[in-house]
């Protein structure tokens, strides 16, 4: 902005001596045309603020662009430069600061608005040190990433974390944990007084000296009625007094009695005792515990752990159980077990269109119809969420583990009436037989789920036996897993980098980092193999944390001029930490926020969540690009264009495969590239392989390209080499 005035002023004093009559312009000795020349000044004159004020709008909408991203934030997000001035803050800060929100004003700076807010009494905390307290909170403001609460006058808690921005401002976060402070107390003071039924009695046993409420509301006496008793006559039958036995310890262990309620019932009770002094006499602490209360508990808890508590059928512990039971008969005799893995299909559409209790009730209306498919000697259990086992005994052939499946299948085809809905559910199932598929409960129930995922997968709606092949691709797969976390904390993985080409000047404008894995065993492992493992296990987090911070060190190193792309998980948007990554990394590198960006998916707009969006305009509001990745290839790519004003869109190489013979993807790329022309977004073509597609990029005025015709993916070793021979290529012309 200091620049803007300076280019106002300039036009001022120019147009002030074009127009006065007493200062006649003079033409320059070194310019011929005279008033011609003076025109053409105030005209470039004209047209550079013309252009000053359209970069002044677009700056004006950018801020209206995150302050309606901030606004849709759950937290208080406030922006302060770097003289701890407000510049921006949503709606969501002045609601918790409702007291002081008449001084937020743009230049206004935190140190008076705090100091206010002491004198009016809105931080308790102050009262007594203020100015103590003022400083303190002053010297948090310098020290940003640590955490630390403050408490409001109206008794509100509320945790603030700050981070220092690029230019040495502050990004400050506020949230209400008032209600979280509130459970806690709730909950300590709850256990703290957890009711007990305790009752103080003479240590003869002849007189009881007190109850609490719990006693007193267990036994249904009141207090009065209580104190005409003695323990013995709550004694069902006369027995020893647990306290008066030969124990040397003052607390004895528990011994169980059994007494008449009020109303006559018998109840059981473990008694724990204490001996203390009570009203200045000898007297016995009775803590009383109701065990016909806790067996009925404990056979619940018992059901509940072998049972599902949705369904009421067994679980996998109870299935195995039985498994074991039946498998144990069959190996005395010629027959033979299958076992189905039933999953159902596109279950999760039903919970996200319908709601979970839609979902729950679909869940026990499959249980009831599978069990009245299954003769009673077959056992059925509920694995997981979608997921049911059947273990069929007496089979003599898999012809009869096939026509289980289809009566399984036809079951649960029919439509359900579900809360006025109509849900068709498909299901899949996976087979496995002993003993040639296995002879252990596990290990039948884990072939059979790899033949549930072969259905899922190649078939749907079908089933699919185990063969030996999978079991063999599972154990591949795990191997990758445990390798891959090795690799992670070994430091084995690499970014290697491939060149983003500007087509009209051949020039290296940014390079996009991709994973490389040099096993020590296997060599060169491809990404394809281990990236889908990561994104399955959460490994990805971490392997995209890696990623990011070696290429933004990498990247800091190049001229300034080159950008660095990193590819974006759709599972990174769901640990809610993906903007403090983003800022660690930057900061911690030194890398300008302008030179990185970052590649998402179309799946990842699938969701269309708040969250989403926010983390991508907080993002864009560092200054990092983003760009949309494999552009073209998913359900809805324009909508998404409407979801966020990305930077840049990357045409998928299906598309610039064989461009220059293909006329249907040479009308698609020419429809991609106008539209990018009219959104003003960078458009950059994937997979460009020969001088044929490279030609018709260049015709239909794609402005960028990748791919193996300009370079492969290079270690960063190689990429310095190739971006100092560029440096060299351009600067020997000019010094020439």
């Known amino acids: ?33 005279g008033g011609r020349r003076v025109g053409i000044e105030i005209g470039e004159l004209v047209r550079k603020r013309a252009e000053a004020e359209a970069a002044i709008a677009r700056a004006r909408k950018s801020h209206e662009r995150l302050r309606e991203a901030i606004d849709i934030l759950p937290q208080g997000i406030v922006f302060l430069d770097a003289e701890g001035r407000y510049i921006l803050w949503n709606k969501k800060y002045a609601e918790i600061y409702s007291r002081s929100s008449d001084l937020f004003k743009p230049g206004a700076r935190l140190q008076d608005t705090i100091r206010v807010g002491v004198a009016r009494g809105d931080y308790p905390e102050a009262i007594g040190r203020e100015e103590e307290w003022i400083a303190e909170r002053l010297a948090k403001l310098c ?39 509130q459970r806690e107390a709730s909950f300590r003071l709850l256990f703290d007084s ?14 009881i000296l007190g109850v609490n409420d719990a006693a007193a509301e267990h036994y249904g006496y009141s207090r009065a009625e209580f104190e005409k008793l003695t323990i013995r006559s709550l004694q069902a039958f006369d027995s020893e007094l647990p306290w008066m036995s030969d124990r040397s310890s003052d607390e004895q262990t528990a011994r169980t009695w059994k007494h008449v309620r009020a109303d006559g019932a018998l109840i059981d009770l473990a008694i724990y005792s204490r001996q203390l002094v009570y009203d200045d006499q000898p007297a016995v602490l009775l803590a009383l515990m109701d065990i016909t209360e806790r067996k009925r508990a404990e056979a619940r808890l018992a059901f509940m752990a072998q049972h599902d508590g949705l369904t009421g059928l067994p679980n996998r512990n109870l ?16 027959e033979r077990v299958a076992v189905l893995v039933l999953g159902l299909d596109n279950f999760k559409a039903v919970n996200d269109t319908l709601g979970h209790g839609v979902g729950d009730k679909l869940l026990r209306g499959v249980a009831k119809r599978l069990l009245s498919t299954l003769r009673e000697e077959d056992a059925l259990a509920r694995l997981n969420s979608d997921e049911f086992a059947i273990v069929q005994s007496g089979v003599s052939r898999p012809e009869d583990a096939v026509l289980l499946a289809k009566r399984l299948l036809e079951a649960i085809a029919d439509p359900y009436l579900l809360d006025g809905h109509s849900v068709v559910i498909g299901a899949s199932i996976g087979i496995a037989m002993s003993p040639g598929d296995g002879d252990e409960s596990e290990k039948l129930l884990k072939n059979a789920d790899m033949a549930l995922s072969r259905a899922k997968n190649d078939f749907r709606g079908t089933f699919s036996f185990f063969e030996a092949e999978m079991d063999a691709r599972a154990q591949s797969r795990r191997k990758i897993e445990i390798d891959l976390r090795d690799a992670i904390k070994g430091d084995q993985l690499q970014p290697h980098y491939q060149p983003l080409v500007d087509l009209a000047s051949g020039r290296i404008t940014g390079l996009e980092a991709l994973v490389r894995w040099s096993h020590p065993e296997r060599g060169m492992i ?10 399955e296990t959460g490994l990805i987090n971490a392997l995209g944390g890696l990623m990011l911070r070696r290429a933004c060190m990498d990247a800091a190193l190049w001229p300034d001029d080159v950008r660095v792309a990193v590819n974006l998980s759709p599972l990174q948007f769901r640990t809610g930490n993906l903007l403090s990554l983003v800022m660690d990394a930057l900061k911690q590198s030194g890398l300008p926020a302008r030179r990185l960006e970052l590649e998402i998916t ?3 707009l699938l969701e269309k969540s708040s969250q989403v969006l926010a983390t991508l305009h907080a993002l864009r509001a560092l200054g990092v690009r983003i760009s949309m990745d494999d552009f073209g290839t998913g ?27 293909n006329r249907d993807a040479q009308a698609i790329v020419r429809s991609i590239i106008s539209l990018g022309m009219g959104l003003g977004v960078t458009i950059t073509a994937e997979g460009v392989e020969t001088e044929a597609e490279l030609s018709c990029l260049r015709t239909e005025g794609c402005q960028e390209g990748q791919g193996f015709l300009f370079s492969r993916a290079r270690p960063n070793a190689e990429i310095v080499g190739l971006l100092r021979a560029q440096r060299g290529a351009v600067e020997a012309p000019e010094a020439a």
């Open 1 to 33: 902005m200091p620049k803007l005035r300076k280019k106002k002023l300039k036009q001022g004093k120019h147009a002030a001596i074009a127009r006065s009559p007493s200062r006649p312009a003079k033409p320059s000795p070194k310019l011929s045309g």
């Open 143 to 181: 020290q940003p990433g640590e955490r630390h609460e403050q408490t409001l006058a109206d008794g509100r808690v509320i945790l603030i974390e700050e981070r220092l921005t690029e230019d040495g401002g502050v990004i400050g976060l506020r949230v209400d944990i008032t209600e979280l402070k």
């Open 194 to 207: 957890n009711p007990v039924p305790m009752i103080v009695c003479a240590q003869d046993g002849k007189r």
């Open 319 to 334: 299935l195995r159980q039985q498994m074991d039971d039946i498998l144990l008969h069959t190996r005395r005799s010629t």
């Open 526 to 535: 491809a990404p394809g193999e281990f990236i889908p493992v990561a994104e």
């Open 602 to 604: 179309e799946t990842l």
């Open 635 to 661: 359900y809805s790519s324009l909508s998404y264009l409407r979801s966020f004003p990305f930077d840049k869109i990357k045409i998928d190489r299906s598309f610039v495969h064989d461009l220059g013979a």
